[in-house]
């Protein structure tokens, strides 16, 4: 084959005629970032529920042949999604159900994996109440609730994967955030500070681990089709299907230091950070969380 072909190959070109007809089209798909782990691991926390954004992320990483461990607290479900993986997929599934928000859980977690190599981190899991209260009708209680679950549990995960990727010189690690952790969003105020820390943690971590193999990315999820009626007051085009937005982010490993799925989600985000002032941001996503979750 020539040379130049060979260059079209790998970009994906067309060359053309004077008058715009079609006179050769090469079209190959870039290699994707998880064929380097094929027959690794990968452990997806929060992946129990059919709907959910984590079973999303197992469905996509198993589809590439990759090994997974799944973490959650709904035992069942658990069980349920690892058959599933294992029967449409072929690839093998470790379930391991602990409540993330218990600290001790960690060094456990760990010792059931310690013959296995996790390559892939996806810290998918979180708690936030379902009745989204202002954050004064909220108990303490459930504040540090949601900080142990949506922000040590992120932590204490991290901490020793990334330090066992780093010394290995390879490795990915996919942290879920949310579009809410970039701009305040009342009547889920609470969840919105815990994922504003998951992203500036992720956002320093991908700079402090450049250059050591390991790929560090923060997820910036919109709204997403895992909560049922929750969603039912907001426009369809809105609402990202969970398959869709995990495909967008594992295809940004190692290439993107955060991704924000889906054209809407990228559209509210550029309003609400860069194209007002930011009080007129926080009253119109106010606005925005009152008519969608049914407040005034």
Known sequence: MPKSLTLLDRLGRTIR???????????????????????SWALVTGSARERGLGFAYACEIASRRVNLVL?????????????TLRTEYGVEVRTITVDLGDLSVYPRILERLADITVDVLVCNRMYTPKDTP???????????????????????????????????GRGAIVIVSSGAGLIPAPYTGAYAANKAFQTVFGEVLWYETRGTGVDVLVMSAGLMDTQGHTLSQYPRWQIAAPR????????????????????PNRFT??????????????????RFMERGLGKN
């Open 244 to 263: 869709d937005a995990a495909a967008e982010t594992l295809s940004a490993i190692g290439r993107r230091h955060l991704v924000m799925p889906g054209r």
């Open 71 to 83: 973490v959650d607290i709904l035992a069942e479900e658990l069980e349920a999604r690892a058959a």
């Open 134 to 168: 202002k954050i004064l009708d909220m108990s303490l209680g459930v504040h540090n609730a949601m900080i142990d679950v949506n922000a040590r549990a992120y932590v204490n995960l991290i901490y020793p994967f990334a330090h066992l990727m780093t010394r290995r």
């Open 269 to 286: 985000t550029l309003l609400t950070t860069r194209l007002i002032p930011r009080r007129r941001a926080v009253m119109t996503m106010g």
């Open 17 to 39: 005629t004077l008058d715009g007809r079609a006179l050769l089209e090469v079209s190959v798909s870039q290699p994707h970032p998880l064929d380097r782990y094929v027959g």
